[in-house]
């Protein structure tokens, strides 16, 4: 059974930027999508966008567009999501979570990522 | 953009008793492409409900999912202790995916 782990809590400076990785163990991410949400502190859940490790291809929510980066490492099974231009608003968990296909989409998303707390804050 | 509206925002039951959420969304969802998640506090969102109706791998019996359109159910038949948490909704038919803003089961 395929769990991801995610790196470690960061905290940021406003403007600067996050890269947080999701690294699959137990299994492979090549053969499906890896999404990203985030949870804002005492809020709900918000796509950011997704990739497919197998093939490169990425897709953004609009919102993020320009600002989120999603990359993988078919050799070890890692993706990544980097945020830039950060903000105090960009606090919050964020989380990586396997998609059911190779395909961006009509994915569920399970499993999860245990989640990455990024603080934004001067 | 779909938007998911889900109601009640707060249930309080007692263990042992039915649970019914519901979600509805702004359009259509085509070969019913919603999932239902349970978050625990400190915890990541666990999948419940896929394909409207389908229980994920190792999900109890007592949680269903139905509906369509629309319209779509979350039923808990009988509530265990540990059901008590929040609970999403989500689409995946469209882009971007969309979560409903999520209804919180509570200890009555």
């Known amino acids: 059974q395929v769990q991801l782990v995610q790196s470690g809590a960061e905290v940021k400076m406003p403007g600067s930027s996050v890269k947080v990785s999701c690294k699959a163990s137990?299994?492979?991410?090549?053969?499906?999508?890896i999404s990203w949400v985030r949870q804002a502190p005492g809020q709900g859940l918000e796509w950011m966008g997704g990739?497919?490790?197998?093939?490169?291809?990425?897709n953004y929510a609009q919102k993020f567009q320009g600002r989120v980066t999603l990359t993988a490492d078919r050799s070890t099974s890692t993706a990544y999501m980097e945020l830039s231009s950060l903000t105090s608003e960009d606090t919050a968990v964020y989380y990586c979570?396997?998609?059911?296909?190779?395909?961006?989409?009509?994915?569920?998303?399970?499993?999860w990522g245990q989640g990455t707390l990024v603080t934004v804050s001067s | 953009e779909i938007v998911l509206t889900q109601s009640p925002g707060t249930l309080s039951l007692s263990p042992g008793e039915r649970a019914t959420l519901s979600c509805r969304t702004s359009?259509?969802?085509?070969?019913?492409?919603l999932a239902w998640y349970q978050q625990k506090p400190g915890q990541a969102p666990r999948l419940l409900i896929y394909?409207?109706?389908s229980r994920a791998t190792g999900i109890p019996a007592r949680f269903s999912g139905s509906g369509s359109g629309t319209d779509f159910t979350l039923t808990i038949s009988r509530l265990e202790p540990e059901d008590f948490a929040v609970y999403y909704c989500?689409?995946?038919?469209?882009?971007?995916?969309?979560f409903g803003q999520g209804t919180k089961l509570e200890i009555k």
């Open positions: 979570a396997r998609g059911a296909w190779a395909r961006l989409e009509n994915n569920w998303f399970d499993p």
């Open positions: 137990g299994g492979t991410l090549s053969s499906y999508a």
């Open positions: 990739i497919i490790p197998i093939f490169g291809t990425a």
């Open positions: 359009q259509n969802i085509i070969s019913n492409f």
């Open positions: 394909g409207a109706s």
């Open positions: 989500q689409q995946y038919d469209g882009s971007p995916k969309t």
